[in-house]
């Protein structure tokens, strides 16, 4: 009886990819091109900020001479008497080409998928460390959300803020906030705006990765209150909230 066949298998080589608020809006296709070297089951540490990532790793190439592979486990019944029979076990190679390792560079093309989540990836397969007598690792693009200047991003939802004056808070505004993709997002006001206050706009946030739904937008206003007020300002205002 044969021993079961098992698999061998290569490192990964995970490497945390940086992607804009746009790229994972919109959807985007990252040519990799400067240079990556394979890290076995690990992370690279380089973070590709302009995702452009040369990818050279060892392969396997012929060498002179022949070298025992694909070895495996035989079991056979030998008879030491009559009647009697011991259980055995030999192992047996076939006779295969020398190999040894070598390198080699190639582009590598990423698409960033609408909606993509921190912790998501990007599989090559078999595109890892390889190994003797075995398969291929996996090279695995980790997602990772860059920070961005005008959006945070809490899972599907984005959050933002808004600065408006003390008199604008008061007696309302027209505003609007340009988005990750430049449509413009109707962020005014005719009622009174509480410092702080947050106000959701349904639909306006990230698309859900392999849907057609997206989260929500919510906009905190901060209000701008005046370093100082003249004594007729003073008196003015209290005319009319007095």
Known sequence: MEEEERIVKGDDVIVELEATLEDLYMGSTLKQMSKLDSLPQSDCSSLFRNHRVWREKNILKPAPGKRPCKCRNEVYHRQIGPGMFQQMTEQVCEQCQNVKFGREGFNVTIDIEKGMQDGQEVVFYEDGEPIVDGEPGDLKFRIRTAP?????????????????????????????????????????????????????????????????????????????????????????IKEVLG
């Open 148 to 236: 961005h200047d005008r959006f945070r991003r809490e899972g599907d939802d984005l959050h933002a803020t808004v600065t408006i004056t003390l008199v604008q808070a008061l007696v309302g505004f027209e505003k609007t906030i340009k988005h990750l993709d430049d449509h413009l997002v109707n962020v005014s006001s005719k009622d009174i705006t509480k410092h702080k206050e947050v106000r959701k706009f349904k639909g306006e946030g990230m698309p859900l990765h392999s849907s057609k739904k997206k989260g929500d937008l919510y906009v905190t206003y901060d209000v701008l209150f005046p370093t100082s007020l003249t004594e007729d300002q003073k008196s003015k």
